[in-house]
């Protein structure tokens, strides 16, 4: 395919997006539907699509209108290429310019270019201070790929060595002692020797970095409550491999994954269902990854950006602090529980814990951390709380916890 193509694939893909649909789904029928196209036309059709999503408000502006092709416009000029040479109508290229579309907006509101939901843009503000500017103008742009090292299994000099030899630069993150960040071929990695072997994982440094925050020892029982695709459970396991782990989740579905990449690592995690959970006696450490607004990893799911309205919000909310009470009748006496997000929101991070401490005397916070992009990868936040039982009576009966994360 032309560049041109390329750019006309995109805006079909906009276009659908815009009224709704989801980006992922979208461009895989896409590729389903045009065979024709190599892996290099679907890359370049993907990066252009999630470019545009990260500055959708911004390419909109530019553009002159809230569609495929004005967003496609307008994400060009950004760029620093003229639409002209690609708007050109030869072969599958989009049809030229019009000379309305030639006139180039100039967008002045400074919420609108750093690509802020006009709605969520006080309390963004609010919550990141000086920072917002540069947060949100670091949202914008593709977050980098990190890679855990399974520390359990090799070191840093080595991974970087094995990756090395499947053309796969990387070097060393500091904001975890596990983390390198790919300097070249991105794509290569899930096909190389060290990820199929189980020595490097797909994880951002951030996560990371509170994953490395979050105590454990060992013998232990280690429950990993909100588990997903169980990243922060192989995370732990790496680095305290003589702990007991399981993993839970409401949708069992996205765990499917989890015992193919816990036998690569040589981790063992014991999937547990929501009854064999309410039958089992308290754990060690508790951890909570609870479902967000994401706003903190907008980089890698910028649609998330733009489909989160205030009722969502509300109902995250209502649900975390649902979850903080579930998983607080799961601790053992004297245990841990580790809360945490990918979100920049106050409302969802040390206001959460804050409600939560206000109703629960035998809870004691002793860390709190919070990252944004500004710190090299995601956004995130971090809760590490220990339950005192001299303090006052448990805050909930565990048997009669009902909830399921």
């Known amino acids: 395919m032309t560049p041109a193509a390329r750019v006309s694939a995109a805006i079909a893909v906009l276009d659908q997006v815009i009224a709704g ?18 892996s290099g036309d679907r890359a370049a059709i993907r990066d252009h699509v999630f470019d545009a999503l990260r500055r959708l408000r911004s390419c909109a502006a530019l ?6 092709r004005a967003v496609m416009i307008g994400l060009l000029r950004q760029q620093g290429t003229d639409p002209d040479t690609l708007f050109n109508g030869i072969s599958h290229a989009p049809r030229p310019l019009s000379d309305d579309e030639r006139v180039i907006p100039q967008p002045t509101d400074a919420d609108t270019l750093l690509d802020c939901p006009a709605w969520l843009a006080p309390q963004l503000h609010m919550d990141l201070g000086a920072d917002f500017a540069p947060v949100m103008a670091r949202l914008q742009t593709r977050a980098p790929v990190f890679l855990r090292v399974n520390l359990s299994r090799s070191t840093i000099a080595a991974a970087r060595a094995a990756l090395l030899r499947d053309g796969i630069d990387t070097r060393p993150a500091s904001l975890s002692p596990s983390a390198l960040e790919v300097l070249s071929n991105p794509r290569r990695v899930q096909h190389s020797a060290p990820y199929t072997s189980g020595l490097v ?23 990993d409550l909100c588990a997903g695709g169980g990243g922060k459970s192989l995370a732990l396991a790496a680095r305290c491999p003589d702990a007991v782990y399981y993993a839970h989740d409401r949708d069992p579905g996205r765990m499917t994954d989890l015992p193919a990449r816990a036998a690569r690592a040589g981790a063992r995690v014991n999937l547990i269902s929501p009854d064999a959970l309410a039958a089992a006696d308290g754990f060690d450490v508790v951890v909570v990854d609870a479902p967000c607004s994401g706003s903190g990893a907008w980089r890698r799911a910028p649609q998330g950006k733009w489909l989160l309205t205030p009722a969502g919000l509300q109902k995250l909310c209502e649900t975390q602090a649902m979850l903080l009470r579930h998983a607080a009748s799961l601790v053992a006496p004297g245990g841990t529980l580790a809360y945490m997000t990918c979100s920049l929101l106050d409302i969802e991070n040390a ?3 804050g409600e939560f401490i206000s109703d629960a005397s035998d809870w004691r916070v002793s860390v709190q951390r919070k990252l944004t992009p500004l710190d090299g990868g995601d956004g995130f936040y971090l809760a590490v709380l220990h339950h005192c039982p001299a303090a006052a009576p448990p805050l909930v009966k565990r048997r009669t ?4 994360s």
Not at 63 to 68: D, H, L, P, Q
Not at 202 to 217: E, F, H, N
């Open 63 to 68: 553009g002159g209108a809230m569609s495929g």
């Open 351 to 353: 206001a959460q814990i």
């Open 401 to 404: 916890a009902k909830m399921e």
């Open 21 to 38: 649909a989801s980006a992922e789904r979208v461009l895989t029928t896409w590729a389903r539907q045009n065979r024709f196209a190599g």
């Open 201 to 223: 994982e797909l994880q951002d440094v951030a996560s990371q970095a509170i994953s490395d925050a979050v105590p454990v020892r060992h013998a232990q029982r280690v429950l």
